[in-house]
């Protein structure tokens, strides 16, 4: 239901675009997530858009690099992460919500994608 895509190895300071494809089931009117996991620490959150993208969310760790966006008509939400730092490196995912506006609690998401894989090296 949800297919995160994008991920790749990039050097610090490079940029990267996800994509999460969802089902308009799963999406349409839900609040859409980017959430992160590196090795040995607990998934956490990065991002979060409401339902039309009118409202948006980041983390204090990525505010100001990272740029959430969803394209309805698609039913697809993209994460454009630029000056990447290395501790950037995780598995991201992306999730549909619960509710329509955009959360940052792992309990407030209902769907998850796969993963992603994001390498940046220093």
């Known amino acids: 239901q949800l297919q995160a895509s994008g991920g790749g190895l990039v050097q ?8 999460c494809a969802a089902s308009r089931r799963t999406s349409s009117n839900n609040g ?5 996991q590196a090795p040995g620490k607990e998934r956490e959150f990065v991002s ?3 339902w039309n993208g009118g409202s948006t969310y980041y983390a204090d760790s990525v505010s ?5 966006s969803r394209d309805r008509a698609k039913n697809t939400v ?15 995912y992306c999730a549909a919500g619960r509710y329509s506006s955009a ?9 998850w994608g796969q993963g ?3 390498t940046v090296s220093s």
């Open 103 to 111: 959360r940052s609690e792992l309990s407030d998401y209902q769907y």
């Open 48 to 50: 979060a858009i409401s």
């Open 32 to 36: 859409m997530g980017w959430f992160r």
């Open 64 to 68: 100001g690099r990272f740029t959430i």
């Open 78 to 92: 993209y994460l454009q992460m630029n000056s990447l730092k290395p501790e950037d490196t995780a598995v991201y």
């Open 116 to 118: 992603t894989q994001v």
């Open 12 to 19: 610090a300071g490079g940029s990267l675009r996800l994509s």
